[in-house]
């Protein structure tokens, strides 16, 4: 059968333990005692987004403890977090240039991380004296995403490895 735990479980102060008061449990679907007889508990949990978690080599142990008639077992799983890590490169015209004359620029983001990067947002204002040139943003690449207009320009996802290439003339 399954036990579903909602309020009942308490959260340490430091929000790292969580415990759980069954009381008396008998789990014999079978009507018999043995090995075979379980009770899953399954913890959802949110790893923070801060600089202790986004180490490249960051591995996560989780260990769970049951306690029971005077008893004690241990179970331990681990995994590694995985996070996006991003780069961007512009290309942009050197030297001097003719006033009217369109100047043609370009930027890279390439996904460097081991996690895939979800909703990213990319904007390259221009200087105040360039003007954009109507319908010249363009970008290509294994991502998907729009350019609506020049301030929005969306990826919604870029897997590792993967790169956006944005042009645009001014």
Do not use: C, M, W
Request: hydrophobic share 40%; proline share 5%; net charge negative.
């Amino acid at each position: 059968s399954l036990i579903r735990v909602g309020e009942s479980g308490v959260i340490s102060g430091d929000g790292k333990t969580a415990t759980f008061f069954f009381g008396k449990i008998k789990n014999t679907p079978d009507g018999v005692e043995n090995q075979g007889d379980r009770i899953v508990i399954r913890v959802t949990t949110l790893v923070p987004d801060v600089p202790a978690n986004t180490a490249a080599d960051n591995n996560v142990i989780n260990t769970a403890t049951a306690t029971f008639d005077g008893s004690t077992t241990t179970a331990t799983s681990s995994l590694d977090i995985i996070e996006p890590v991003l780069t961007i490169v512009k290309t942009a015209p050197l030297g001097t240039v003719d006033a009217g004359a369109r100047l043609d620029y370009s930027f890279v983001i390439t996904n460097t991380g081991d996690g895939t990067a979800f909703d990213v947002t990319v904007a390259d204002p221009l200087a105040p004296n360039l003007t954009l040139v109507p319908g010249s943003i363009s970008y290509t690449g294994a991502a998907s995403g729009t350019a609506g207009s020049f301030a929005d320009i969306l990826i919604t996802a870029l897997a590792p490895g993967q790169s956006v290439t944005v042009s645009y003339q001014a």
